[in-house]
């Protein structure tokens, strides 16, 4: 996208007040895109088991299904920006919600395999999109001062969506028997699980129009008069607008536009700070997180749970989830971003750890031994928490923040169009892994959760209380 910064200024580095919670709102309502991501990222939990006795197909053509989203997912990340450079951030939103809400219709009402598939490809482009503007909107209406805090509502709205759609596939199965393919309002329960994503969907679409377009928008696009309206919406009527919008356009002018080609580093090979971008991203997935959000429910009744207790602890991983993301937001703008990676890294190598130890055991009566279970439910858990509180949301933070104002559209593109290639690649190889042998896989992750500790040490630097001009 566009810049999305402008120059330091005191009133852009304090949010007046009374007007801090029209900002909440503002990051709140485009942070629903937040929800939907995971939401439609969670929701297939449910009806994993259920696509695969309806359609009698095998881990690997059942993985393709799950994992196909992704490849939408990236698609929407890498042009996500351009478009809201050339129609808009409030636009794109918009785009989004119509494909949520085609997305969801469909997958509820497949006739074949294939369609399904397609219908996951559309909601999944939906996901990209959200995940490129939704931190970049927020970024560019939110004072600095409180920029890492209304950023994780990108991320708390990720972990709510995961929640819900985990506790309403939990009701949906209990009303439909425990069965996933009982019949619920005329239909299989796993469809009426996919299909109810319409309601948040079309909430995510009236909400796009109850907030203001990005006021970097529209000062590139010569809509002076309406960025200063709502600037001082959002900043209050103490600035000096006019000073306000000559120093956005000053950064502007500044600033061409990034092509692709200029990511790279004068070869075939990106800009150091765009590898750090794709490496944050790469990490934040290759520790298996959407592992617990994809399969949980398969994964605890491969190893002798409940069906229907399988999907409460899926619900209970999601509770702590956003127990995590709350305190993360509580410390990103205190502590800083890296030192909460650290801390996150750390103990996703000991909940990750004990997960392979757990996994590595022969299961007697088609259930892991009743101390090696426990360990394993707990440790699951512990790896969740962790993970919240510091990848979850830091590298959102980070991607919004890191990168020069001239290469920030491109380079977020880039990077979260890695995050999705990378989730693609987790999610698609997990079924025949664990079948290969479940220990090994966790023992894969801890070593991926290892590796980003010398990482960041190494690379990544702190963008806590940093002008977004400040960076490069």
């Known amino acids: 996208m566009a810049s999305t910064s402008q120059a330091p200024s005191s009133g852009a580095r304090t949010a007046h007040p009374d007007h801090l919670g029209h900002v909440i709102f503002i990051a709140a309502a485009a942070a629903m895109g937040g929800f939907l991501f995971g939401y439609d990222s969670s929701v297939i ?12 197909v095998g881990s690997a053509v059942l993985a393709q299904v799950i994992a196909i989203a992704l490849i939408g997912c990236a698609i929407g990340a890498a042009t996500a920006g351009r478009i809201a450079d050339r129609i808009g951030r409030i636009r794109c939103m918009q785009i989004a919600a119509v494909l949520f809400t085609v997305s969801a219709i469909g997958s509820a009402l497949p006739f074949a395999l294939w369609d399904l598939a397609m219908w996951r490809v559309i909601g999944g482009f939906a996901i990209g999109m959200a995940s490129v503007i939704g931190p970049a909107y927020i970024a560019e209406v939110s004072p600095p001062a409180y920029r890492g ?12 969506g995961i929640a819900v759609s985990q ?79 000559g120093e956005i356009e000053h950064a502007m002018h500044r ?45 605890w009744q491969s190893v002798g749970v409940d069906p229907t207790d399988s999907f409460f602890y899926s619900f209970t991983t999601s509770i702590i989830n956003i127990i995590g993301t709350v305190i993360a937001m509580i410390f990103v703008d205190r502590v800083g971003r890296k030192p909460l990676a650290l801390i996150g890294s750390v103990g996703m190598v000991i909940g990750l750890a004990l997960e392979a130890w757990a996994f590595s055991f022969d299961l ?14 707990i440790a699951a858990h512990v790896f969740v928490l962790f993970f919240a509180l510091s ?8 991607l919004g923040e890191m990168f ?53 040490l190494k690379f990544v630097k702190e963008t806590k209380g940093k002008a977004l001009e400040e960076m490069g």
Request: proline share 4%; net charge neutral.
């Open 149 to 160: 805090r209304l950023g994780s509502f990108q991320q708390a709205a990720i972990v709510i």
């Open 45 to 56: 939990n449910g009806a994993v088991e259920a696509i695969r006795h309806r359609y009698d």
């Open 404 to 456: 020069p104002n001239r290469l920030r559209a491109a380079a977020l593109g880039v990077a979260a169009c890695a995050q999705w290639i990378a989730n693609w690649a987790i999610t698609a190889s997990f079924p025949s892994l664990a079948e290969w042998n479940l220990s090994g896989t966790y023992v894969i992750y801890t070593i991926f959760a290892a590796l980003s500790i010398p990482f960041v």
């Open 364 to 377: 007697v009566d088609g259930k892991l031994p009743a101390t090696q279970g426990w360990v394993a439910l």
């Open 167 to 245: 506790l309403v596939n939990w009701g949906l199965l209990n009303a439909a028997g425990g069965d996933q393919r009982g019949e619920l309002m005329g239909l299989e329960a796993w469809q009426v699980m996919l299909g109810v994503m319409v309601i948040p969907a079309v909430l995510y679409g009236l909400l796009s129009f109850a907030i203001p377009e990005s006021p970097r928008f529209l000062i590139s696009v010569g809509k002076h008069e309406k960025a200063k309206r709502i600037l001082e919406e959002v900043e209050g009527k103490d600035i000096d607008l006019d000073a306000r919008i």
């Open 255 to 299: 600033e061409e536009k990034a092509s692709f080609k200029e990511l790279l580093g004068g070869s075939f090979f990106f800009k150091p700070i765009v590898w750090i971008g794709i490496g944050l991203s790469v990490f934040q997935q290759f520790v298996g997180i959407n592992v617990a959000f994809y399969y949980s429910s398969t994964l």
């Open 391 to 398: 990848w979850g949301v830091v590298v959102w933070v980070f």
